[in-house]
């Protein structure tokens, strides 16, 4: 008896030891996003960023020659649709302006959404100022929501009050982390790319944008095929709100809670 308890004993305690570092040693997942911005102005270039190995995500603009076209195209090759909303300083029939009345920004959104057919949420074009009108983001959200159409805030001012709106009322959404061609040449996007790969290892995830220009296109084309081997999971951006959970990370906010301005 004694002796079939010290065997028993042993099994365990040889188990736990074989348990153990198979804990510790598990892999921490890093995820990845992408969108490109700015589609709708040349089909030849726009379906590069089709063609791109994995779950891009398409931002169309709804003053442009092929939005509706583009669009089709993009939701028939199984991408997720936005609407890249133009907002100030942008300008055009769809742009939102600070000084707009809320019947105005909500006709000129009704116009965008019809311009880009399939969208699944929005993401802003420039939009520094607008971003940080409250009573207009605040609105924004709710209309979203009442859509069931989410949001990413493309973060083109450290005034944004966009994520923090969106939050309040728990809509769907995520905030940018690394726009790649800020600087238009291969070896800068390449430096941007590896930063979003860093910061997607140090916090889990990371959201980048970037736009059709053919050095970005070039670099993702070379790129992107790696990611897996480097152990980067490359997911879309549905994924990537569900994954994040609605929460802030470090660089956008506190335990969670985006910071906002107002």
Not at 58 to 68: F, L, Q, Y
Not at 81 to 99: C, I, N, Q, R, S
Not at 232 to 255: C, F, Q, V
């Amino acid at each position: 008896m004694r002796l079939r308890v010290i065997l028993s004993l042993l099994c365990c305690l040889a188990g736990a030891a074989h348990a153990a570092p198979a804990e510790t040693a598990a892999p921490h997942k890093a995820y990845l996003s992408l969108i490109i911005d700015d589609l709708g102005q040349n089909l030849p270039r726009d379906r590069r960023v089709l063609a791109l190995p994995g779950p891009v995500t398409t931002a169309i603009m709804p003053d442009t020659p092929h939005a509706a076209e583009f669009a089709r195209e993009a939701h028939r090759a199984g991408k997720i649709v936005m609407l890249h909303m133009p907002m100030d300083p942008a300008t055009g029939p769809f742009a939102w302006h600070p000084e707009l009345p809320i019947e105005e920004l909500e006709k000129r959104l009704n116009a965008a959404f019809n311009a880009v057919p399939y969208t699944s949420g929005i993401n802003n074009h420039m939009g520094s100022r607008m971003t940080a009108q409250q009573p207009a983001m605040a609105w924004l959200m709710a209309e979203l929501q009442r859509r069931h159409k989410f949001f990413v805030d493309s973060r083109t001012s450290a005034q944004t009050v966009a994520a923090a709106e969106a939050q309040k009322i728990g809509l769907a959404s995520v905030s940018r982390d690394v726009f790649l061609d800020d600087e238009r040449t291969e070896a800068a996007i390449f430096t941007q790319l590896q930063t979003a790969l860093s910061l997607a290892r140090k916090q889990g995830s990371a959201v980048m944008i970037g736009h059709p220009y053919p050095q970005t296109l070039a670099v993702l084309e070379r790129e992107l095929p790696k990611l897996k081997a480097q152990g980067i999971e490359w997911i879309d951006i549905k994924s990537m709100i569900g994954l994040r959970g609605n929460r802030a990370t470090a660089d956008h906010g506190k335990d969670g809670i985006y910071r906002n301005s107002h």
